[in-house]
């Protein structure tokens, strides 16, 4: 099974970037369809991102379109999650996720789609 661990949050000011990187071992990342997840304090854990085991297929959260963009490198055995305009809707922690099942659209944005989880990395955006 796969093992992921993310990095890259942190505090940034309100219109800067970050980019999250999930690392996994333990697993033929390859074989496993990319996911990322966010939960602010006090709320639901939602959908943000992911990619099929290719990088061919992509799903986005509708209501985040166009700032953030998912990407994946096979033989870094790492998914990034580039986040651009930060906002103050954005603070939370990121989570990444793994799947190894035929990727579908349809599944890709719920968190019970995804077998395994890394143990998240903070985001906080300062005014």
């Known amino acids: 099974q796969v093992q992921l661990v993310e990095s890259g949050g942190g505090l940034v000011q309100a219109g800067g970037s970050l980019r999250l990187s999930c690392a996994a071992s333990?697993?033929?990342?390859?074989?496993?369809?990319m996911g990322w997840f966010r939960q602010a304090p006090g709320k639901e854990r939602v959908f943000v991102a992911a990619?099929?085991?290719?990088?061919?297929?992509?799903t986005y959260a509708d209501s985040l379109k166009g700032r953030f963009t998912i990407s994946r490198d096979n033989a870094k055995n790492t998914v990034y999650l580039q986040i651009n305009n930060l906002n103050p809707e954005d603070p939370a922690f990121y989570y990444c996720?793994?799947?190894?099942?035929?990727?579908?659209?349809?599944?890709?944005?719920?968190?019970?789609?995804?077998?395994?989880w890394g143990p998240g990395t903070q985001v906080t955006v300062s005014s």
């Open positions: 996720a793994a799947a190894r099942r035929t990727y579908s659209g349809d599944y890709a944005g719920q968190a019970s789609w995804y077998a395994y």
């Open positions: 333990g697993g033929t990342f390859s074989r496993y369809a």
């Open positions: 990619m099929s085991w290719s990088g061919g297929t992509l």
